[in-house]
């Protein structure tokens, strides 16, 4: 096999060039200085444009990026809601008719006398003998008031069933809670202790009176 014949590189003389070159002539520098000298400086160039102005440049592309994404994601939200524009606008027009009528479900002040009549005769029709039927107080709520009513009531037990069956059939909105049902003596009937809610619903001036703060209150 040949042996390749490489050309022998003269470091002493690359190393004399550097040495002996005249830093006020540099048109008479020798090649190999100039190549050096050039590359060096693109270099630092290069790591002087990187620190000094690409690096922010490049984090603010990158901000940019992400805003766009942002940007997208908040244009496909906003046009998916556009499109279901008019199934909202339904919906919110079904909630209000829903509103509207369980709102009409609710006595007036001067209503609330009249419904705690039916409340009494319905249980008087079916027979039922009341020993206590004491209203309490109201509670305020947002838009209307809580009216408890404490009864106690004695009869058969197909007969309370009923009662309870006529009040869940009331037009107005009339529960039946924290029911207790013991046996009496008599034989086969039986005393039912609960307490009857009923509803109605705030006025003007209720509700602007609700609204106001109250003294002491933390704004």
């Not at 004399?16 to 020798?30: E, H, Q, V």
């Not at 409340?119 to 020993?131: D, T």
């Not at 709520?141 to 197909?158: M, Q, T």
């Amino acid at each position: 096999m040949k042996s390749l014949n490489l050309p022998k590189i003269d470091i002493e003389g690359i190393l004399d060039d550097f040495r002996y070159i005249n830093p006020n002539d540099p048109g008479a520098w020798p090649t190999i200085p100039k190549v050096v000298i050039l590359l060096g400086f693109f270099v630092f160039v290069l790591v002087a444009g990187w620190w000094f102005v690409w690096s922010d440049q490049l984090a603010d592309l990158d901000r940019q990026q992400q805003d766009e994404q942002t940007l997208k994601q908040q244009f496909i939200d906003k046009k998916r809601q556009a499109v279901n524009l008019d199934l909202y606008t339904q919906q919110l027009a079904e909630i209000d008719r829903s509103f509207g009528a369980l709102l009409k479900q609710l006595p007036n002040r001067s209503e609330i006398e009249a419904l705690l009549i039916e409340v009494n005769q319905a249980g008087l029709g079916r027979g039922l003998q009341f020993e206590l039927f004491r209203p309490g107080s109201e509670a305020i709520k947002d838009f209307y008031a809580e009216l408890p009513v404490a009864v106690k009531i004695n009869g058969s037990y197909h007969d309370i069933g009923a009662f309870a069956a006529d009040i869940a059939k009331l037009p107005r909105i009339v529960t039946l809670n924290n029911i207790s049902i013991l046996p009496l003596k008599d034989a086969g009937t039986l005393s039912l202790d609960a307490t009857i809610k009923t509803f109605r619903y705030l006025d003007e001036e209720e509700i602007a009176r609700q609204k106001k703060p109250r003294p002491g209150a933390k704004k």
